[in-house]
């Protein structure tokens, strides 16, 4: 799975549980597409960064207790040479054309 497909999953998995419709753990697991081991993964991660997240054995719903906002986005843009040169930490690759 690249990158933007985590992403991608990630936001899937917070509007669900923001309304609360994720069904049960094997339902919810189906619905994005990864195993139940990868979901509690998943959850436990959003945990670690605040997120207030139940589970509601009577209505089969993961949920939040509170408010909580969590937003994930990309930006990408096109380097030219001059940026290139500006990178640090890193390298560019430049085809060989």
């Not at 994720?22 to 960064?49: A, M, V, W």
Request: charged share 25%; hydrophobic share 35%.
């Amino acid at each position: 799975m690249n990158f933007l497909e985590q992403i991608e999953r990630l936001n899937k998995v917070n509007k669900l549980i923001q309304s609360a419709k994720t069904g049960t753990p094997s339902e919810f697991s189906q619905k994005i597409n990864c195993s139940r081991s990868q979901l509690y993964i998943i959850i436990d991660y959003l945990k670690s960064h605040n997120a207030p997240i139940k589970y509601c054995k009577k209505r089969e719903s993961f949920y939040y207790t509170n408010t909580f906002q969590f937003s994930v986005f990309v930006q990408l843009e096109i380097l030219d040479e001059q940026d290139y040169k500006k990178i640090s930490g890193g390298f560019a690759f430049r085809p060989f054309c």
